[in-house]
Nanobody
């Protein structure tokens, strides 16, 4: 069984930077893809960014394109989300997700991912 643990959330002012980390543990880790989702207050969980583990092809939602960067370190079984120029509308609980069981086709869909972290709060003040 794989466990995902996020870290790096916090309270920052608009325009500032945060870097989220997600580390996998529990077994040999060889996912097809990993992703970050977020859930703003009172809203549904939404896609932020994803990365195909072996090709390192990345995907982003339009609202974060050019501000956020997803990356991975296979030696550490970790995925990161560098968030620059944060905006108040980026406030949310951020979740890390992994697709271990099958090749993903819809990277932005929660249904593609079979393992989830517990989430980390990101709050951006104006």
């Amino acid at each position: 069984q794989v466990q995902l643990v996020e870290s790096g959330g916090g309270l920052v002012q608009a325009g500032h930077t945060l870097k989220l980390s997600c580390t996998a543990s529990g077994r040999f880790f060889n996912p097809y893809a990993m992703a970050w989702f977020r859930q703003p207050p009172g809203k549904e969980r939404e896609f932020v960014a994803a990365l195909r583990w072996h090709s390192k092809i990345t995907y982003y939602v339009d609202s974060v394109q050019g501000r956020f960067t997803i990356s991975r370190d296979s030696a550490k079984d970790a995925v990161y989300l560098q968030m620059d120029t944060l905006k108040p509308e980026d406030t949310a609980v951020y979740y890390c997700a992994a697709d271990i069981s099958r090749y993903p086709y819809e990277m932005e869909s929660t249904n593609e991912y079979d393992h989830w972290g517990q989430g980390t709060q990101v709050t951006v003040s104006s």
